[in-house]
């Protein structure tokens, strides 16, 4: 490991990748445990580009890369979808709630990482402009080559989903999140973000209520 100045102090700079030795402490050994099914694969099957000899194979990296978050993304909507059902929490309430997040937590780690660097705007950025990606490439893309395919439209939920009004209410939080920053004067702040927090519950609660409360017989169905 190699030590780098940064604004926010020595931050340790990786330089032989991923290392599928066993760890020494109880806290790695766990974690090895944990993240084995995951690391491993990609190991075996990701070049590692740290090393001279692979350097020139980063578009395979690359590529497989992808390819494992694609099937990574499957598995893990599907077992979501299987333990929903199991536990009876309909699948709109699991992607809202549990899926939101954990595929969030890439963007956290990203964005983490480059704040402890010194480097805000691009933290900041990044978290935004992977959900504009999400919603102008990730979202269309799919459904292009399924329409490109099939030749027929892609209906989105049902009359009774109420997209509309979930569309209305995002956008609404959207100028309410960006209202907010400019009235903190554009500072990112400890009270902004419990603020922020605030927000995150207030939408997802008044997304269950919506779903529980008004929709009480679409629920059921869904939860059979």
């Known amino acids: 490991m190699k030590k780098i100045n940064t604004k926010a102090g020595l931050v340790a700079e990786p330089e032989e990748g991923i290392s599928m030795a066993w760890p020494t402490t109880i806290r790695g050994q766990f974690m090895y445990i ?29 590529l497989m ?10 598995l893990m909507v599907q077992w ?17 709630v549990f899926l939101s997040a ?4 890439p963007d956290l780690l990203t964005s983490v990482a480059v704040a402890m660097q010194g480097k805000g705007d691009m933290a900041v950025s990044s978290s935004i402009g992977s959900n504009i990606f999400d919603i102008t490439v990730g979202l269309p893309l799919p459904w292009l080559c ?31 999140v960006i209202g907010t920053i400019a009235g903190a004067g554009w500072t990112l702040n400890k009270k902004l973000a419990i603020i922020f927090f605030f927000f995150y519950f207030v939408y997802v609660f008044q997304e269950l209520t919506r779903y529980y409360v008004f929709r009480p017989s679409k629920h059921n169905n869904c939860a059979r």
């Open 34 to 62: 944990i993240t084995f099914p995951i690391v491993f694969p990609m190991y075996l099957t990701c070049p590692n580009v740290y090393k001279e000899t692979w350097k020139k194979w980063w578009p395979l990296t690359f």
């Open 80 to 96: 979501a979808v299987v333990l929903g059902i199991t536990i009876k929490i309909p699948p709109k309430v699991m992607g809202l």
């Open 146 to 176: 399924k329409y490109l395919v099939s030749g027929k439209n892609i209906s989105v939920g049902s009359e009774d989903d109420n997209v509309a009004l979930t569309v209305i209410i995002l956008f609404g939080m959207i100028l309410v």
């Open 102 to 105: 954990g595929t969030s937590v």
């Open 65 to 74: 890369a992808i390819i494992w978050v694609g099937v990574f993304s499957v």
